[in-house]
C-alpha cells in the first residue's frame, strides 16, 4: 500500500466520528434514486467504501440485499453498529469479487484512489458486477491530484474518466450529474457524479 493511502485510511481511524457527524444527515436520496432506478427489486448491492454506513442502511430499508466494505476498520465497526450486516475491512487493492453483485455503490470513495490506479480499480469493478451490472461513483470535478486534510484526493472529469482504457471498454456511461456541497475548507465544491453499465 503506498504512503497516501496509508494517510488517509489514518485519517479516518483517527476522525472517524467527526467524520459521521459532518456526513450522516447529507441528503443523498436524490443520488440514489438515480442508482436504484437502474436495479431490480431485491438486487444486490456492494456498499464500496461505506464509511458510515448511511448509504448500506438506505438500501437496506429499500429492500436490496446489501454488502459493504471499507478500508478503516473503524468505519467498518460503525457500519456494523448502524446496519447490523457483517462489513469487510478491505482496501481496495485487496478487493477481488467476481460477477457478485447487480450494483455497486462508490459514494465518494474512488476519489482516494490515486489516478494511476483507477484503470486497475475499474477493472476490478467491472470484474465484481454481474452481466449489465450498474456501477456508481462520484468525484470531486477536476483534474488534480493532491493531499488535502491529510487525506489524498484525485479529481475527475469526463474526460479523465474517458481516458481510463477500462472504464471505455469495460462500461458504457448512463449519466451524469453535477452536484454541489461546501467542503470542509467551507468552499463551494463541484462534484461528477456518474452512472454506468458493465458491458
Known amino acids: 500500500m503506498e504512503q497516501p493511502t496509508r494517510r488517509t485510511l489514518s485519517y479516518y481511524e483517527h476522525n472517524c466520528r467527526s467524520y459521521i457527524e459532518a456526513t ?3 441528503p443523498f436520496a436524490q443520488i ?11 438486487a444486490t448491492v456492494l456498499d464500496f467504501g461505506c464509511g458510515s454506513g448511511r448509504d448500506s442502511l438506505a438500501f437496506l430499508q429499500e429492500g436490496f440485499k446489501v454488502e459493504a466494505l471499507d478500508g478503516s476498520l473503524q468505519m467498518c465497526n460503525e457500519t456494523e453498529k448502524l446496519t447490523g450486516i457483517k462489513t469487510r475491512n478491505l482496501t481496495f487493492d485487496q478487493f477481488h469479487d467476481i460477477a457478485r ?15 494511476s490506479e483507477l484503470d486497475e480499480t475499474f477493472l476490478r469493478l467491472h470484474t465484481a458486477l454481474k ?3 450498474i456501477l456508481y461513483a462520484s468525484f470531486k470535478e477536476g483534474s488534480e491530484e493532491e493531499t488535502r486534510d491529510g487525506r489524498l484526493f484525485t479529481d475527475l472529469n469526463i474526460d479523465r474518466l ?14 451524469t450529474k453535477a452536484t454541489h456541497a461546501v467542503d470542509s475548507r467551507h468552499k463551494q465544491t463541484t462534484w461528477f457524479n456518474f452512472i454506468a453499465k458493465k458491458k
Open 101 to 115: 453483485y447487480n450494483g455497486i455503490w462508490a459514494c465518494a470513495s474512488l476519489l482516494h484512489v490515486p489516478y
Open 32 to 42: 440514489r434514486k438515480l442508482f436504484t432506478d437502474h436495479l431490480c427489486k431485491g
Open 131 to 133: 452481466e449489465n451490472g
Open 162 to 175: 474517458n481516458a481510463l482504457p477500462s472504464f471505455t471498454a469495460g462500461f458504457v456511461l448512463l449519466e
Open 24 to 26: 450522516q444527515n447529507v
